[in-house]
């Protein structure tokens, strides 16, 4: 071979053992999963992998109830989420950046929660909220708030409420991370020209500090849109979907759909559903992360 051939060729020769595992692990699988989400495949029958039924399995999907309810508690589980853990990330990082002495220490130490397995943070949350054992009852119980043990895990809307707690506690230092990061690049001179004017410390921070911060915020959200819509582990671990199916959402239906119930044609068929959902939260974050960015330059 030439060797003008042979050094245009090199590049791609280097890069075909990553592209072959990027193929056999990413591409494949998804291949795969989209051929079976139009066959009627069971795991227990083998054969049942080439039985073409083509939108079969999305019909059902989109007329069963037992499907949008989840898909609209993960919705509503995401939201209140989401603008939790904002809330909570700006008023730490607005804190954290007031601090003059000893930051980098609390900087390191906001950045535990997020460091723990989700599964590992679902079983510490679990024994917390337990009925008879959980430290938050005997607290409550102690400080004679509460006369009784109360179910934190068995009745529905609390059950919701704890696994909320859990994913705000193990993610809201990304909102707070990124927030930080956006005080610490914010210009000192609008700030300056705010006081100058005569402005106080609520309109300096609604109409100079929150604009600038928005587009970082809009970037945590988009990250975590995509790991909430796929809260399984905490959910799993903690409530297993339960009550009688009260926190159940879509990545817990799609496991019992796929796993307990060996249906995983219709599963895969409810995974690509689901990835809809978590595309359009995305594209809804970046097409507000665009707008804030327009605004803060009209605005320079």
Not at 13 to 26: E, G, R
Request: a positive charge; hydrophobic letters at 55%.
């Amino acid at each position: 071979m030439p060797f003008w051939r042979r050094e245009s060729a090199t590049p791609f020769l280097l890069l075909t053992p990553a592209m072959l595992t990027m193929a056999f692990v990413v591409v494949f699988p998804l291949v795969f999963s989209m051929y079976t989400s139009f066959t009627g495949f069971r795991l227990t029958k083998p054969a049942s992998l080439y039985d073409w039924v083509g939108f079969r399995n999305y019909a059902r999907i989109l007329s069963d109830p037992e499907f949008w309810i989840p898909f609209g508690r993960t919705v509503l589980f995401l939201t209140v989420v989401l603008n939790v853990e904002f809330l909570l990330g700006l008023g730490i990082a607005l804190l954290i950046n007031r601090i003059t002495w000893g930051q980098r220490t609390l900087r390191t130490i906001m950045m535990f929660p997020m460091m723990f397995s989700p599964i590992l943070v679902g079983f510490m949350f679990k024994f917390l909220f337990n009925d008879n054992i959980g430290i938050v009852n005997n607290a409550l119980q102690s400080l004679g708030l509460s006369d009784g043990a109360i179910p934190w895990l068995v009745d529905g809307k609390l059950a919701f409420f704890s696994i909320a707690i859990a994913e705000v506690w193990m993610s809201t230092s990304v909102f707070a991370i990124l927030l930080l990061a956006g005080l610490f690049a914010m210009p000192r001179d609008p700030l300056e020209a705010a006081k100058v004017d005569g402005c106080n410390a609520w309109q300096t921070f609604r109409h100079i500090t929150l604009p600038f911060l928005m587009p970082f915020a809009y970037i945590a959200m988009a990250i975590r849109s995509l790991d909430v819509a796929r809260a399984y582990d905490i959910v799993t671990v903690m409530t297993d979907g339960g009550p009688a199916g009260r926190t159940e959402i879509l990545w817990t239906l799609i496991g019992r759909v796929g796993y307990d119930n060996s249906r995983m044609g219709m599963a895969n068929a409810m995974a690509y559903v689901s990835t809809i959902l978590s595309i359009l939260f995305t594209w809804y974050f970046y097409r507000k992360l665009v707008a804030a960015r327009r605004y803060m330059g009209g605005a320079q």
